[in-house]
């Protein structure tokens, strides 16, 4: 028996409460690589979280540099970055290369990997 159109709308509504996704990131502006570049590649550093909880200050320089120091240390790991065709990509330390896609979603950004999975929430670098 098929569903109503109520009942699409009911189960759709009931699909996104149940994710725990708020609707505002149905609605998330991606950025484009100059965006990303324009407001995150100044040198000044910002907070990284992961869904988890895992904080880490990033400081993206414009010369393609990159430092990440978890919270509560005071070493950190060195990396480099570039911008994409879609977003931007990062290497840290002796790893391989991975690339991310942001987009703005209300105060924060979020980053996502090539499958679509939010890996990190952004907030806009501070002034030194």
């Not at 040198?43 to 909880?53: N, R």
């Not at 911008?83 to 690339?99: A, F, I, P, Q, R």
Request: with cysteine.
């Amino acid at each position: 028996m098929p569903l109503s159109r109520l009942g699409v709308l009911y189960l759709s509504i009931t699909a996104v409460l149940l994710s725990g996704v708020p609707a505002v990131a149905a609605a998330a502006e991606k950025l484009a690589p100059s965006e990303i570049q324009k407001i995150f590649a100044v040198g000044k550093p910002f907070a990284a979280t992961a869904p988890s909880g895992k904080a880490v200050t990033i400081t993206l320089n414009p010369d393609g540099s990159a430092t990440a120091v978890p919270k509560g240390k005071k070493k950190s790991t060195r990396g480099k970055w570039r911008v994409s065709d879609t977003g931007y990509c990062t290497t840290w330390g002796k790893g391989s290369e991975h690339c991310y896609i942001v987009r703005k979603a209300g105060e924060q950004y979020e980053v996502m990997n090539q499958r679509g999975l939010v890996v990190a929430r952004w907030n806009t670098p501070q002034a030194k």
